[in-house]
């Protein structure tokens, strides 16, 4: 491959023209394994951000592209549609929360959250009321776009950059109390005191269910998540719980506000939703919030994206929802669950480790200090594995096909990397 080219002219994920990184040139993948370019294997603990849940090239998925390519790759949705949607949304609906019941197909998780935001808003103009401020948690992360920027965590630099053009919401304290950790009633009073203070114009509030990802990769009580639905209840906002990391199984739970028992009145969906294949995610309402959208002075929802549903996205969420259907996934992110439980802990001995915690096949190692991510990756690939840690978090989010061999190579290469902590950290 031609790595000057790429390092010279291609833009990757957050990266500088001044300075850039090289990349790792991936000719193929096969289950947990991604291929180099040089023969050499590395396991997979980051799913291709969340995404790649069943494993990279597998047979089911392969067959239901082929199958829909050689009818058609997309045709437009406007007036149009076919059976890929169709089959798509109602085995999604029969999966999430049973209050939700109709869908809006969107190209990315980012798009979601922009649709989830701009129902929010249509929804309350149709009543009548001037509401146009969300209230989310800091640490939250919502995605790049501008709206979902504005509900990202507000300490990090998108903010200041943007400062003045992105429109200003209400950010309560992020959950203290930790998943596995004993409740602690006033981990609420930052939310409920900024609800009580701001409800007249506040639209809705947006959250991550449980699991902050990747403003902190945090683990939360899941009675944060009871009190704020009834706090929303009884001030009558809507509650958009953005399940695009945490959806399809990764915590344990097919979604994660099952953890807390309670219904969003939207949700976001994406990443995971075809197994890693291509870009598609979703906006799922209420019959009660969607009708009432559309009972308003637009008297539509006003989004339609171009490839919106796109018939070859739509066959390979179907069958990667069927595999889910399978119900490994319960058995598979227990099991990963129960082997982070065993590994991670002992991490905790040396004193370059803050914090380790974990909750289904997510886990995470909090350093005191930043990575040196060109460095770490380096050690990363030469102990066979990829792992791309941000900041101070070192994480893993494998397939959830991953083994105990698997887990076991990811751990130890972290452990490693903490021992040669004196080149890998940032001082
Ligand atoms: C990744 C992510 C997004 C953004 O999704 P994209 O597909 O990258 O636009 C939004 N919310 C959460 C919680 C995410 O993890």
């Not at 701001?198 to 944060?224: D, F, K, N, T, W």
């Not at 739970?253 to 969906?269: G, R, Y």
């Not at 309402?285 to 559309?294: E, L, M």
């Not at 995470?364 to 990756?377: G, N, S, T, Y």
Request: aromatic share 10%; hydrophobic share 40%.
């Amino acid at each position: 491959m031609n790595l000057d080219f790429d390092l010279n002219h291609i833009w990757h994920p957050y990266t500088s023209t001044l300075s850039p990184l090289p990349c790792y040139p991936i000719v193929s993948a096969q289950g947990v394994y991604l291929k180099l370019e040089n023969g050499k294997t590395l396991v997979d603990g980051m799913s291709s951000w969340w995404a790649a849940i069943h494993g990279y090239n597998h047979p089911l998925l392969n067959q239901a592209a082929h199958e829909q390519i050689d009818k058609m790759s997309h045709v437009m949705f406007g007036g149009i549609t076919h059976q890929p949607a169709i089959e798509l949304c109602e085995r999604l609906l029969s999966l999430v929360p049973n209050n939700l019941s109709k869908v809006f197909l969107a190209d990315s998780g980012s798009v979601s959250v922009e649709v989830a935001l701009k129902m929010a808003l249509q929804y309350w103009q149709a009543k009548g009321e001037n509401r146009s401020q969300f209230l989310t948690l800091k640490h939250g992360y919502h995605g790049d776009t501008f709206a979902a920027m504005s509900v990202t965590d507000p300490d990090n630099s998108m903010h200041k950059l943007y400062k003045g053009f992105l429109p200003e919401h209400h950010f309560a304290d992020s959950p203290q109390t930790g998943f596995w950790q004993t409740w602690q009633p006033s981990d609420i009073d930052s939310f409920a005191a900024k609800l009580d203070m701001h409800q007249s114009e506040i639209a809705a509030v947006i959250l991550e269910p449980i699991v902050q990802g990747a403003g902190g990769m945090r683990i939360y009580h899941p009675e944060y998540l009871r009190q704020v639905r009834k706090l929303c209840d009884r001030y009558n906002v809507l509650l958009i719980v953005d399940e695009i990391a945490t959806g399809f199984g990764r915590t344990g739970k097919l979604f994660a506000c099952e953890h807390a028992n309670i219904q969003p009145d939207i949700m976001c969906v994406g990443k995971a939703l075809t197994g890693g294949y291509m870009t598609l995610a979703a906006t799922l309402t209420t019959k009660h919030v969607a009708d009432t959208v559309c009972s308003g002075e637009a008297g539509c929802f006003m989004h339609g994206p171009t490839f919106m549903a796109n018939p070859l996205a739509c066959a390979v969420a179907n069958q990667s929802l069927a595999l889910l259907q399978t119900n490994q996934w319960q058995q598979q992110t227990r099991q990963i669950e129960t082997w982070f439980a065993q590994l991670l802990p002992k991490l905790n001995q040396y004193e370059e480790v803050k914090d380790t915690r974990w909750l289904g096949a997510i886990g995470v190692i909090e350093l005191h200090k930043p990575v040196d991510i060109a460095l770490i990756q380096q050690h990363f690939v030469a102990q066979g594995v990829w792992i791309r840690p941000f900041g101070k978090l070192i994480y893993m989010m494998p397939p959830f096909i991953s083994n105990r061999k698997h887990i076991t190579q990811l751990v130890n290469a972290i452990e490693s990397a903490i021992i040669q902590s004196d080149n890998l950290l940032v001082h």
